[in-house]
Structure formats: structure tokens, C-alpha cells
């Protein structure tokens, strides 16, 4: 049986676009999607999808082992904004979900992972504007907590056992096909829903919060590049810092009322305020740039274009 690629969260807001992009590149028979609840996009009903829990040993290899599983997306995670709120959960689902896929590896039943790690594992310490690849890291979420831990795991993983496993630093990342999911960045995805729907929005986050974010093609991209990299070229077995784009959400704000002139904004932060107040401004992903070619495409202008035509299209 040819070997196939293995996608984990795949109804989730980037296993859901990853699961169709790689489908266009290798085929409908090469990806099977899984999540822990059945789909709902037709697109995902209609390929090859399993119920996976991605905290169950068992349950991976089983999957693994039946479609002859060679690559894994672990996308399954829980975000910041959910994870301060149910902290054992979230520390749990998000490092025994890593644990089972970095032993998948190390048994040598699967022979590649990419694991998504976040701006999150910076905290209030670190240099916040062009933060540097290594520097400072001391973040105070569950979520940054449990992606610092997991990059020094999938990095021990890679020198103790060979496990070739890949990761990214995922800034916000704004995209339409999924509702938002429990992070701190959300609000640059919610708005574009409120503005078509209401012409009102009121931010979570105040209107000088400055957030590195990410458009989801440009987020799809660096997760195939850095996938597609010969080993060599991925020199970083922790994960890469990579950036696009910072804005705060007046200046977001403003870009959506070049395009709806009769939408209002206000603010009133929650206690999400205090995480994004711990996140860096800007990134320095230079080393994404140089080791594996890593560029974005995507500037605010077009987020915000590609954003209200891609919400509108939904209420078709
Ligand atoms: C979140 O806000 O929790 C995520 C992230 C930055 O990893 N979008």
C-alpha cells in the first residue's frame, strides 16, 4: 500500500485548509484527515477521514498502521484563551497529543511530524520588537507553557532518538473557513464576521494592542515548505520564529472601514488583554528565511480584502 499522510485536528482552523492544500498536491487517496469529532465541511466528509483521539496511544497506531501512515500534521491543540480557563486540560491534551506522535517516531512507525508552537512561548521578559529566534523565554499562559515545553521535547526527540520532527512558531492567524477557536488573537477574525453582519465589533483586545499575525495561505505555505525542506535545511529542531505582519486592532479597524465606511468599533478588553500583553510586537524570522526559504505574500491591505470577499462568499 503507498504511504499516506496523516492529519490530526484536521476540522480544526488550519488542519481543516491544511487537509484540502495537501490534498490538491498529493491527491485525494494520499491524506487521510482525523479529528475527534466527525466533519462537517462537505470537503472533509468527502476524503478519507477516522476518529482519532489524539491523547490515545492505541488509537494513533491503529490508524497509523491501517493506512500505512508515514508523515503526521499534529494540529490538535488547546489555544490560550480556552486553555486559561480548563489549565490541566489544556496542558494535557496539548503534551500527550505530542508525546503519542513524538514515540510514533521514535518506534519508527511514522517517519516525519510537523507540530505547530506558537509566539505564545514568549512572555513578559522578552525583547518584544523583532524578537529573536533564541532569546528570553518565559511565558505565563498554560498554552506558552506547553509550547515552550513541547519545542525543548521535539528538539530532545531529534538529537536523543533521530526523530525528524519540524515546527513553527505560528503567529495569529486570520482565515474564514473555520469559526475562531479560543485564542487571544481571534479577535482579528471575529471582526470581519461582526463587520458584514452587524457594522459593530466590540475588540477584546484595546486598540493599541500591537500582535504579530499570520493570513492562513500564507500560514499553509510555511507548513508545506518547511515539510517539503531537505532534513539538512531545517537546522532548528525547536521551532522557527516567523512572521508577516503587526497591527493593533485600530489600525485593522480602520483598514475594514476603507471597504465599510459605516463600521463602528469599541473596546473592551477582557482577560486576554493581559496575554497579548505578554506576547511579542514583531518577530524576527530571518533564520525561516535563510535555512528553508521561507516568504510571505500576504500584507494587511490584502488580509483585509481577501478576509471580507472570503466571509461574504460563507453567507452564499
Ligand atoms: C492564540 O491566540 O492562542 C493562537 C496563537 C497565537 O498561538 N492564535
Known amino acids: 500500500m503507498p504511504s499516506k499522510i496523516l492529519i490530526v485536528g484536521a476540522c480544526g482552523q488550519i488542519g481543516s485548509e491544511l487537509t484540502l492544500a495537501l490534498r490538491d498536491i498529493h491527491g485525494d487517496d494520499a491524506v487521510v484527515a482525523s479529528d475527534i469529532k466527525s466533519p462537517t465541511s462537505p470537503d472533509l466528509i468527502d476524503g478519507l477521514f477516522e476518529i482519532l483521539d489524539a491523547t490515545d496511544f492505541e488509537n ?3 490508524i497509523v ?3 500505512n501512515i508515514d508523515t503526521v500534521y499534529m494540529m490538535a491543540a488547546m489555544l490560550s484563551g480556552t486553555a486559561e480557563k480548563f489549565p490541566e486540560k489544556g496542558w494535557d491534551l496539548n503534551m500527550t497529543s505530542l508525546f503519542n506522535v513524538l514515540n510514533l517516531g521514535k518506534e519508527k512507525l511514522v517517519s ?3 507540530w505547530p508552537s506558537s509566539i505564545a512561548v514568549f512572555g513578559p521578559t522578552t525583547p518584544k520588537i523583532d524578537t529573536p529566534q533564541q532569546t528570553i523565554m518565559e511565558p505565563t499562559t ?3 507553557i506547553s509550547k515552550q515545553a513541547g519545542e525543548r521535547w521535539c528538539a530532545y526527540y531529534n538529537k536523543r532518538y533521530g526523530v525528524d520532527v519540524r515546527s513553527i512558531r505560528y503567529p495569529g492567524l486570520i482565515s474564514y473557513k473555520t469559526p475562531p477557536g479560543g485564542g487571544t488573537t481571534d479577535y482579528a477574525i471575529e471582526i470581519f464576521h461582526e463587520a458584514l453582519k452587524s457594522s459593530n465589533y466590540t475588540s477584546f ?6 500582535l504579530p499575525m499570520m493570513y492562513m495561505d500564507d500560514a499553509i505555505n510555511a507548513t508545506i515548505s518547511i515539510m517539503d525542506a531537505p532534513a539538512e535545511s531545517v ?3 525547536s521551532s522557527y520564529n516567523l512572521s508577516s505582519v503587526s497591527f493593533t486592532p485600530e489600525e485593522l479597524y480602520s483598514e475594514i472601514k476603507n471597504h465599510i465606511p459605516d463600521f463602528n ?3 473592551e478588553s477582557d482577560f486576554r488583554q ?3 500583553d505578554s506576547w511579542p510586537d514583531s518577530i524576527d524570522d530571518s533564520e525561516a528565511r535563510s535555512d528553508w526559504g521561507w516568504k510571505h505574500d500576504f500584507d494587511l491591505k490584502m488580509i483585509v480584502k481577501e478576509m471580507l470577499e472570503g466571509v461574504k462568499s460563507l453567507k452564499k
Request: aromatic share 14%; glycine share 4%.
Open 112 to 114: 516525519k511530524i510537523f
Open 60 to 62: 494513533f497506531k491503529t
Open 235 to 237: 537546522k532548528i529542531r
Open 274 to 276: 493581559d496575554i497579548a
Open 142 to 144: 498554560v498554552y506558552g
Open 65 to 67: 498502521s491501517n493506512h
Open 265 to 267: 468599533m469599541s473596546y
Open 205 to 210: 483586545l484595546s486598540k493599541d494592542t500591537v
